[in-house]
């Protein structure tokens, strides 16, 4: 019976690495090095989409071990009663970071960005809570000129929560 490894992601990220910049020497029996060149290449690739996927599956929208705990600590029945809270109040939030962006107020941009990051972390939702976090900072910071593109991100990342919270509810 053969024992089967499961490869971490790092390791296939380092080989994916090591591969794309490897220097190759002629294999004993191959006289036809662009062949040999093309088989590392592809396995290269390979691994780099392997890598991928499993970081996208990995990374779950909710950490169900803090969903969980939550369930847990309040009971089944407040739950969905959290959820519902959540769902109605993180869009008004969200709502709020555009004009306050547009207007500079700083004050009001961190206020919200801080709400969805904690209401974030009480729900396990790691990806918005680390955008909110960040949305967070950049306004302690005085730094709402380099927001960019980030609150579409945002705004993207609460509905696959809400999404996966609405499953999760029941």
Known sequence: MRAERRV??????????????????????????????????????????????EETMSESVIDRAVFDGLKESVGTDYIAELVDAFLEEAPTLIAQLRPALTA????TFRRAAHSVKSNAATFGATRLFELAKELEFM????RLGEIGGRLEVLEEAFGRVAGALKKLRT
């Not at 294999?27 to 989409?49: F, I, N, W, Y």
């Not at 500079?104 to 004050?107: P, Q, R, T, V």
């Not at 306004?139 to 005085?142: K, L, V, Y």
């Open 8 to 53: 971490p992601t790092a390791e296939i990220r380092d080989a994916s690495r090591s591969l794309s910049c490897l220097h190759l020497a002629p294999c004993p029996g191959r006289q036809d090095r662009q062949a040999q060149v093309s088989e590392v290449e592809g396995l290269s690739m390979t691994l780099h989409k392997v890598s991928n996927k």
């Open 104 to 107: 500079g107020d700083m004050e």
């Open 139 to 142: 306004a302690r910071e005085n």
